[in-house]
């Protein structure tokens, strides 16, 4: 019998996760705070629970963490996960780590821990690897109605001057699709980068999608006023993934962004 499945945080990508597992037929509980996500979870048989109901299910069970380090939950779930000893654990980290890291960038690549934000991930993940959680550092996520293009028609999108240097992606399907893996064939106290084959600047991304929404380019910008995760040049490999036989279906963002905008008009 399949475990049951924990997932800490129902955010974008979770929600979608435990309604493709609710469906399928497996037992989901799931933690959130948003009533609308509630809403979509409970309407696929998702059990939405109570943080401390759901950390009373984890002994034997998979367990997903999404809760980002400012919630100051980690050391408390690791407390209760490390008594428990749920069957798989796997915790959502971010390529944000890597910080100033230009280049190729893979699990190898040296951590920064200049910036606050990137040591409270990688304090949360010196929490839980010890627990044998496999670790998935990912990419920027993207989907139906969150990424580049609900900006550009927001009339919100910048780009730098420059054009920017290369970022990677991860089509929100495929990450779910890599939680599947992970949890399924992931090693435990392991790290795995999270990223689709096709890193891109802002300006190519902008121009690609420009073109097929008929808009024209956004306000070009100093690069120093972006946020620092839209300042750097990084491609993410996942071949470490790839290894354990994921296989994106949007290897790059414009298979990614054409499946993302087909599902937005179907409402």
Same mark, same amino acid.
Do not use: N
């Given at each position: 019998m399949?475990?049951?499945?924990?997932?800490?945080?129902?955010g974008?990508? %979770?929600?979608?996760?435990?309604?493709?597992?609710?469906?399928?037929?497996?037992?989901?509980?799931?933690t959130t705070?948003?009533?609308a996500r509630?809403?979509v979870?409970?309407?696929? &048989?998702?059990?939405?629970?109570?943080?401390?109901?759901?950390l009373?299910?984890?002994?034997?069970?998979h367990?997903v963490?999404s809760?980002?380090?400012?919630?100051?939950l980690?050391?408390?779930?690791?407390?209760v996960?490390s008594r428990?000893?749920?069957?798989?654990?796997?915790y %959502?980290?971010?390529t944000?780590?890597?910080?100033?890291?230009?280049g190729?960038v893979?699990e190898a690549?040296?951590?920064?821990r200049t910036s606050?934000?990137s040591?409270?991930?990688?304090?949360?993940?010196?929490l839980f690897?010890?627990?044998?959680?496999?670790?998935?550092?990912i990419?920027?996520?993207y989907g139906? &109605?969150?990424?580049?293009s609900?900006?550009?028609?927001?009339?919100?999108?910048r780009?730098?001057?420059?054009?920017?240097?290369?970022?990677s992606?991860?089509?929100?399907?495929?990450?779910?699709?890599?939680v599947?893996?992970?949890?399924?064939?992931?090693?435990?106290?392991?790290?795995y980068?999270v990223?689709?084959?096709?890193p891109?600047?802002q300006e190519?991304t902008?121009?690609?999608?420009?073109?097929?929404?008929?808009?024209?380019?956004?306000?070009?910008v100093?690069l120093a006023s972006?946020?620092?995760?839209l300042?750097?040049?990084r491609a993410?490999?996942?071949?470490?993934?790839e290894?354990?036989?994921?296989?994106?279906?949007?290897?790059?963002?414009t298979?990614?962004f054409?499946?993302?905008?087909?599902?937005?008009?179907?409402?």
């Amino acid at each position: 019998m399949t475990a049951p499945l924990l997932l800490l945080g129902c955010g974008y990508t %979770l929600t979608r996760f435990a309604v493709a597992e609710a469906r399928a037929g497996r037992e989901v509980l799931a933690t959130t705070r948003d009533a609308a996500r509630r809403a979509v979870l409970e309407g696929a &048989g998702v059990h939405v629970v109570s943080v401390d109901a759901a950390l009373s299910r984890a002994a034997g069970a998979h367990v997903v963490d999404s809760v980002p380090p400012d919630a100051g939950l980690d050391a408390r779930f690791a407390e209760v996960l490390s008594r428990a000893r749920p069957s798989r654990l796997v915790y %959502l980290s971010s390529t944000g780590v890597y910080g100033s890291a230009r280049g190729h960038v893979d699990e190898a690549t040296p951590v920064d821990r200049t910036s606050e934000v990137s040591r409270a991930r990688l304090d949360a993940e010196a929490l839980f690897l010890p627990l044998g959680a496999s670790v998935m550092r990912i990419a920027g996520i993207y989907g139906p &109605g969150r990424g580049t293009s609900g900006r550009l028609k927001a009339g919100t999108l910048r780009i730098p001057d420059s054009g920017g240097g290369r970022l990677s992606r991860i089509h929100v399907d495929d990450l779910v699709d890599a939680v599947r893996v992970v949890l399924e064939r992931g090693a435990p106290g392991e790290v795995y980068c999270v990223a689709d084959r096709r890193p891109a600047t802002q300006e190519e991304t902008a121009s690609w999608l420009c073109q097929q929404l008929g808009l024209p380019m956004p306000p070009r910008v100093p690069l120093a006023s972006l946020h620092e995760s839209l300042r750097g040049d990084r491609a993410i490999s996942a071949a470490k993934l790839e290894a354990l036989g994921w296989t994106p279906r949007y290897p790059d963002f414009t298979t990614g962004f054409l499946a993302s905008m087909e599902e937005e008009a179907r409402g």
